[in-house]
């Protein structure tokens, strides 16, 4: 069992950086794979950015390459997403999940349904 908690959400304006910080409890956080999704009124939940069980391969949704960077610290057992240059479409609640990591194929990270535990999310609004 996996329990995540997000923070680092809040107010910032278009062209500034916020970042997400998720803290998982569970002693086999090093097991999973670890993603960001977000949710915007009215849209599905869409794939921001995942990493891999060691951190060594990460992946990105092309809307948001080059302004964000997914990162994670297994010792800390928890994963970050640094946003810098964002944007007002940007503007979304945030979600932190974890995937067994033996589930898991490079092309996989980007459906949430592979996904077996989330955070409850955190808002993130940029204004113009």
């Known amino acids: 069992q996996v329990q995540l908690v997000e923070s680092g959400g809040g107010l910032v304006q278009a062209g500034g950086s916020l970042r997400l910080s998720c803290a998982a409890s569970?002693?086999?956080?090093?097991?999973?794979?670890m993603g960001w999704f977000r949710q915007a009124p009215r849209k599905e939940r869409e794939f921001v950015a995942a990493?891999?069980?060691?951190?060594?391969?990460?992946y990105y949704a092309d809307s948001v390459k080059g302004r964000f960077t997914i990162s994670r610290d297994n010792a800390k057992k928890s994963v970050y997403l640094q946003m810098n240059s964002l944007k007002p479409e940007d503007t979304a609640v945030y979600y932190c999940?974890?995937?067994?990591?033996?589930?898991?194929?490079?092309?996989?990270?980007?459906?949430?349904?592979?996904?077996?535990?989330w955070g409850q999310g955190t808002q993130v609004t940029v204004s113009s």
């Open positions: 569970g002693r086999t956080f090093s097991s999973y794979g």
């Open positions: 990493v891999s069980w060691s951190g060594g391969s990460s």
């Open positions: 999940a974890a995937a067994r990591a033996d589930n898991l194929y490079p092309g996989d990270y980007e459906y949430p349904g592979k996904y077996d535990y």
